[in-house]
C-alpha cells in the first residue's frame, strides 16, 4: 500500500507559484528523500502532503485525505518549530507524549536521539545539534507509522547528525515510512530509498540514488597531477587530456587505474598526486538544478 500520494498537486501565493503539478507515490516502509534549492517548493510540498497548508490537486495518506488520518499515524517535524526556550527535552518530550492515548517513554526517546544527559536543560542552552534532535524527538515520541521531516539535520554537527542518521535508519528498518527534505546530499544518498528533486516547484526527476547518478551523475574522473606531456594522453587506453600537465582520463573503474600508472611508468613520467572520483548525488544536484552546492544554501 502507498503511504503517501499525490497527484497533481499545486500551490500558489499571489503571484508565485510555489509547487506545480506535482504527483509522486511513496511506498509502506519507503524512505523518500526531496531535496532542491532554497524556494524550490520543498516546505510547500510537505505542507501539502500532511495538510497544514490547503492545496490543489489530491493528496491521500493512508489512502485517505491528511486531515483524516489518524494523528497518531504521523509524525511531523516542522522546519521552523521552535519550542519554547524554558522547557527541557524531557518536559517537551513529556507534553507531545502526553497528546496521544499511547506514547512511547520519555526516557527511551531521549535515548534514542542521543540527548539523554542533557534532559534536564533549558532548550535555550542547548547546542543546534542538540536542539535539533530534541526537535526529532517529539516527533518521534508518537511512534508514527509515517515520519516527516523537514530538514531535520540542518545545523546539526556531523556527529550529531550521524545519529540522527542512526536513528531514522532503525526507525525505517522497523517498517516506519520516512519522508525528508534535505540540503545534505550525502544524507540523502545514505538515507533515501528513493530521492526526488524539486525545482522551481516542479518535481524534475525521482528515482534511486544510483539510477540517477548513473542518468545524471556523469563519469568518473581521474586526475593525475605534476608534469605530465602533453602526448601522454594518446598513449593510454581510456578517453584522456593534459593540460598544463594535469592529466585527466574519463570514465575509468577503480580496477583500470593500474592500467594508467602503468603507463605512466612506462614512459618514465613522474607525478605528484592521482585521485580518483565516482560521480555522486552532488552532481546530480548540479547537473538537475543548474546551481554550485553553495548557490543552493543551507537555511536555517
Ligand atoms: P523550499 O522549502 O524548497 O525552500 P518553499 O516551499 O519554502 O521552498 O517556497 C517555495 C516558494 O513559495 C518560494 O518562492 C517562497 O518564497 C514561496 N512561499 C512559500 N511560503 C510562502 C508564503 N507563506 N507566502 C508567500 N510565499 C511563500
Redesign the pocket.
Known sequence: MEAVTATDVG?T??E????SGVSLAVSEGEVFA?V????????????ALTGT?DSEGQVELFGVPPRQVPRERIGLLP?DFGPPDRLTPRELVDYYGGLYDDSLPTGEVLDLVGVADSADSYYENLSGGQQRRTCVATALVNDPDLLVL?EPTTGVDPAGRRRLWSVLEERAAAGTTILL?THDMAEAERLADRVGF?AG?ELVSVDTPARLIARHGGESLLHVEGAIPDGLARDLPFPATVTDGRLTVRDVSPADIADVTAVLEAGDVAYDSLTWREPDLEDVYLELTGQTLSEGGV?G
Do not use: E, F, H, I
Open positions: 500551490r501565493y499571489g508565485t507559484v510555489a509547487l526531496l532542491g534549492p532554497n524556494g524550490a517548493g520543498k516546505t510547500t510540498l510537505v505542507r497548508t522546519q523537514d527534505t524539486l516547484g537555511s
